[in-house]
């Protein structure tokens, strides 16, 4: 059983505002959602930006295994523009094996070279290395467009962070469901601190 919950946040807010320019303060914001004291190492956690949202009220998507305290988000004036909404999903149900799915993925596609991660630019080497994730992960990818691509960057302390995102949209077609759900939970590839990873699906 996996959470998923949807947060609508205010970009009047300044600290809404420095999360949404920068996706590592963002996942700080968030993990305080699955800690409740200082050293706690939270659980591992999916989250998107979703395209297409208004500047006026952007929308994040959290999804994870275990459940988050998002009080301590609603407790944050001007945070979030409405209380966090949470619905709970079980990939085993969700899926069966044959059946064709819309899906979206923000991903992190990579390469790597003698040891080194590179990322991939062009929109044939990004729609590759998804039929390739496909192919390892139990889905066919039927039909696929790269919606958006661009270069994420961030900081931490001193270090520079830079990493390509692609956003994916299409359909595709269950070959192994169990393999599947377990990607649902996981998500794909690198950079998944970043908002990258996070596969949603629904039946066509």
Not at 24 to 39: D, I, K, N, Q
Not at 85 to 111: C, I, M, W
Not at 185 to 192: E, L, M, R, S, W
């Amino acid at each position: 059983m996996m959470h998923l919950t949807r947060l609508s946040l205010d970009s009047r807010n300044p600290q809404a505002r420095r999360d949404l320019a920068d996706p590592y303060e963002m996942h700080r914001t968030l993990t305080r959602a699955f800690v409740s004291e200082a050293g706690q190492i939270p659980p591992r956690f999916l989250w998107r930006l979703e395209p297409g949202a208004t500047w006026h009220m952007p929308t994040v998507l959290v999804q994870s295994i275990h459940e988050a305290d998002w009080t301590m988000l609603q407790a944050l004036k001007g945070y979030l523009k409405r209380d966090a909404e949470t619905k709970f999903l079980d990939p085993s149900q969700l899926l069966q094996h044959g059946v064709r799915y819309r899906f979206r993925l923000f991903a992190n596609p990579t390469v790597t070279r003698n040891g080194k991660r590179y990322g991939l630019i062009s929109e044939d080497a990004q729609l590759a290395w998804l039929g390739r994730q496909g192919e390892r992960r139990g889905f066919t990818v039927e039909t696929a467009l790269v919606t958006g691509s661009d270069l994420l960057t961030s900081r931490t302390g001193s270090m520079p962070i830079s990493l390509q995102r692609a956003c994916f949209e299409g359909i595709l077609s269950v070959r192994d469901a169990g393999r599947l759900a377990d990607v649902l939970q996981t998500g794909i590839g690198p950079g998944k601190a970043f908002g990258c990873g996070l596969l949603s699906v629904v039946r066509c």
